[in-house]
T-cell receptor, first 113, second 117 residues
């Protein structure tokens, strides 16, 4: 079936290093969303990308949507300990008459001080 | 403050018992969702409701049931038919889709961690 795949599953970085997580869909997506879940917490919406080739920035976070709208990435520059958590991408997959968000398996980021 | 409230935070049940997880929102959102989260598997959709008195099965609905009698409430019952009920359950809501290219962001509750022994 239609899936949203995310890599890597785990990433350990030294504080100050950069981090990137990648998301790939088996089908073209109308949009993609990114969420962050802190340890012990719940997912929190970060951003949505809609346009082909779109790039959006939030401080040290850069989000990209591929030209074919089948892949996306989240890049964090100079990680800090506050960046620790699991980052999920989510894309709308059609199911019957509705489009529902399908989540990737997430990338768990550990930042070592 | 507007938000989504899930209760309880931790729940323990014996195998063979049904259990109902509560989810209430005061965001005036039309759509509500239940997701299940297992380690390393991301979030999987159990049920969703786009409007009162209507709901649809998600990817893993077997062994679960829901109701949507009020806009604010979307309780989830984990039945004894669910083979592996121990998991972290997340309720979410959204304003509903705005068009073919846009999905309204999900607002999540704090979750209920269910342990069945």
């Amino acid at each position: 079936g239609q899936q949203v795949m995310q890599i890597p599953q785990y990433q350990h970085v030294q504080e100050g290093e950069d981090f990137t997580t990648y998301c790939n869909s088996s089908t073209t997506l109308s949009n993609i969303q990114w969420y962050k879940q802190r340890p012990g917490g719940h997912p929190v919406f970060l951003i949505q990308l809609v346009k082909s080739g779109e790039v959006k920035k939030q401080k040290r976070l850069t989000f990209q949507f591929g030209e074919a709208k089948k892949n996306s990435s989240l890049h964090i520059t100079a990680t800090q300990t506050t960046d620790v958590g699991t980052y999920f991408c989510a894309g709308p997959i059609s199911s019957g008459s509705a489009r529902q968000l399908t989540f990737g398996s997430g990338t768990q980021l550990t930042v070592l001080p | 403050d507007g938000g989504i409230t899930q209760s309880p935070k931790y729940l323990f049940r014996k195998e063979g018992q049904n259990v109902t997880l509560s989810c209430e929102q005061n965001l005036n959102h039309d759509a509500m969702y239940w997701y299940r989260q297992d380690p390393g598997q991301g979030l999987r959709l159990i049920y969703y409701s786009q409007i009162v008195n209507d709901f649809q099965k998600g990817d893993i609905a077997e062994g679960y049931s829901v109701s949507r009698e009020k806009k604010e409430s979307f309780p989830l019952t984990v039945t004894s038919a669910q083979k592996n009920p121990t998991a972290f359950y997340l309720c979410a809501s959204s304003t509903g889709d705005r068009g073919p290219s846009y999905n309204s962001p999900l607002h999540f509750g704090n979750g209920t961690r269910l342990t069945v022994t």
